[in-house]
């Protein structure tokens, strides 16, 4: 147990002890929240707890705080031998109208850097999840063409998202679901079948809602290059049929590199077909239709999703019996929850938004807590060059693909630039700045920091200098106030992990770590190490070793590497 939690464990120890259970039960007591003041004078951590507590009891706060205060203190003044001590405990300070301020002694911040240095990259693990399991959906992008800077943002976020929750003790399956049936995929093929067709000298009419970039080109052409002019022969519906696969096979392929290109895996790679294959969306609609949920209005089949927070009924079967995208997604939904995940995480763009409705009907149509279904809306990514926005790509004239970007940028720029920003916000992504090797440049400074720690160890190896054992390491010697700091921020790691998986924000972790960078940079700005009096550099060794365990790990959520050289 950290001393944080020691702390709110002992507040509402204090807070039962001052008989306050009588008028609030202790299983009632709102949760213990404890900060970090923004004044180094009020403290190592302040609390309100006084104040919510005060709602419930109907008392006055600071009455509380006054109560809770004096039992903290006491307990502090206890020989450290008795098992009741706070030994860790310095003093409990009353402030304003019930706020409380904990000033602990140094001590705990050494035993922090032991905590840190013993766990290794165990070090900010939580459980906060407690082993739930979660399905993280995300990209999902129709296998028509390469991804493009959008799609990059979602891949980003999606796996810097179900990181962070496996760090939290979450169990995560991460799934793309492949749009490999309807009018997407029949447009796919009638697009290359007529680029196939021009390329072999035909005049042809491009297909009114075919797809135009010049990957399609590519295609007719690489089919060209393997097999002639033979399928010109063919019946067109055949040809078409054959055209579909090859152009299916050739687009997903692509979309599979770019991802792996991108540092983003998925567990399952779900196709959309096989909803219809395996009879999935009849036994669906059959289901919900048995149920009441579903009914018949001019010859085609209506989901009640109003009954269930829609703005109105939806159509799931057409009237000439083929189903709408709602109906493979019901029927994606209800496989989901089949399958036995306790909560399903869906990433989807801005223009998505207007679907979130009628698919949480369609899951509390089906028997599910509409809850259980979370949707995160990605918003929109401008690139900007020069100060000039981008929205062509130079070499094809059409829109800037996730690869262009990489290549443009590095993987861990892109990464980085796409997470450090809430989803919530539209982002402004500038590719200078992304490109940049300055301290501006927010994924350099923290990739700087990394590194600058190996290059002290490789120096002290050099030196024949060994980093002493954990239990050696005078600690004690770290008294100067950026070192102070720069623990103080270290043992926040766990905290933040923690926050950041429960509010689904993977770019709390991004601030994270380019805080502690910044304050290691202002150590080490200050502070000799290799040559060092010996406690202190051995003390301030084990300071930046612990530094490269949580910036590593942070990096490691954010998909982002973690060099030693730069």
């Known amino acids: 147990m950290n001393v944080k939690e020691l702390l709110a464990e002992a507040i509402r120890e204090a807070a039962g002890h001052a008989a306050l259970a009588g008028a609030v039960p202790a299983d009632r007591f709102p949760e213990v929240m404890l900060e970090v003041p923004p004044q180094k004078e009020f403290g190592d951590f ?14 006055n706060p600071r009455a509380i705080a006054e109560k809770i205060v004096e039992r903290l203190n006491t307990r502090a003044k206890l020989d450290k031998r008795d098992p009741s001590a706070l030994a860790w405990l310095a003093e409990a300070k009353l402030a304003g109208p019930g706020f409380i301020n904990f000033y602990l002694k140094p001590d705990w911040l050494y035993e922090l850097l032991q905590e840190i240095l013993e766990a290794g990259e165990a070090f900010g693990r939580t459980t906060t999840g407690g082993g739930e399991r979660v399905q993280v959906e995300f990209v999902s992008a129709n296998p028509t063409g390469p991804l493009h800077v959008g799609h990059g943002r979602g891949a980003a976020f999606g796996s810097a998202l179900s990181n962070l929750l496996r760090a939290a003790g979450y169990d995560v399956s991460n799934e793309y ?52 002019d033979k399928y010109l022969a ?43 294959t395996a009879g999935a969306i009849d036994a669906t609609c059959a289901l919900l239709k048995d149920r009441g949920h579903m009914y018949e209005k001019d010859g085609a089949l209506w989901l009640k999703s109003s009954d269930y927070g829609d703005d109105k009924d939806r159509v799931v079967i057409r009237d000439n019996g083929v189903p709408t995208y709602l109906a493979a997604d019901i029927a994606y939904h209800r496989d989901k929850f089949e399958r036995g995940f306790d909560r399903v ?25 509409p809850d259980r279904l979370e949707v995160l809306i990605l918003q929109m990514v401008s690139l900007y060059q020069g100060g000039e926005l981008v929205k062509m790509s130079k070499r094809t004239g059409q829109g800037v693909t996730l690869a262009e970007l990489i290549e443009e940028v590095g993987r861990d720029a892109a990464r980085f630039f796409f997470i450090m920003r809430s989803i919530d916000s539209q982002l402004d992504f500038d590719l200078d700045l992304a490109k940049s090797r300055t301290s501006d440049n927010p994924v350099f400074y923290i990739q700087y920091a990394h590194a600058r720690i190996s290059s002290i160890f490789r120096q002290a190896a050099e030196a024949g200098i060994a980093v002493p054992a954990v239990k050696d390491m005078p600690f004690g010697a770290l008294t100067a106030g950026c070192e ?3 623990i103080k921020k270290l043992g926040e790691y766990p905290d933040e992990v923690a926050k950041a998986a429960r509010e689904r924000a993977p770019h709390h972790i991004a601030r994270y770590a380019h805080e502690v960078a910044g304050l290691f940079h202002t150590f080490y700005n200050q502070c000799r190490i290799i040559g060092a009096e010996p406690d202190c550099q051995a003390a301030r060794m084990g300071l930046v070793l612990a530094v490269q365990i949580v910036l590593r790990s942070a990096l490691a959520i954010l998909g982002v590497a973690a060099p030693e050289k730069m």
């Open 46 to 59: 302040a609390s309100n707890f006084a104040m919510q507590l005060a709602k419930a009891a109907r008392t």
């Open 177 to 228: 679901y492949i749009n490999d049936a309807g009018n997407q995929i029949d447009n796919l093929a009638a697009s290359v079948d007529a680029r196939y067709r021009e390329l072999l000298g035909q005049s042809v009419a491009f297909p009114e809602d075919g797809y135009h970039g010049r990957d399609i080109i590519d295609t007719a052409q690489r089919i060209i290059d393997g097999h002639g």
């Open 234 to 276: 063919m019946a067109p519906e055949e040809r078409l049929s054959v055209f579909k696969e090859l152009a299916l096979t050739e687009k997903l392929a692509a979309l599979r590199e770019d991802l792996a290109a991108f540092g983003v895996t998925y567990e399952v790679w779900y196709s959309e077909r096989t909803l219809h």
């Open 345 to 369: 995480i869906n990433i989807w763009g801005a223009d998505h938004h207007g679907y979130i409705s009628r698919v949480k009907a369609a899951v509390a149509a089906l028997g599910y807590q």
């Open 484 to 486: 102070v700091d720069l």
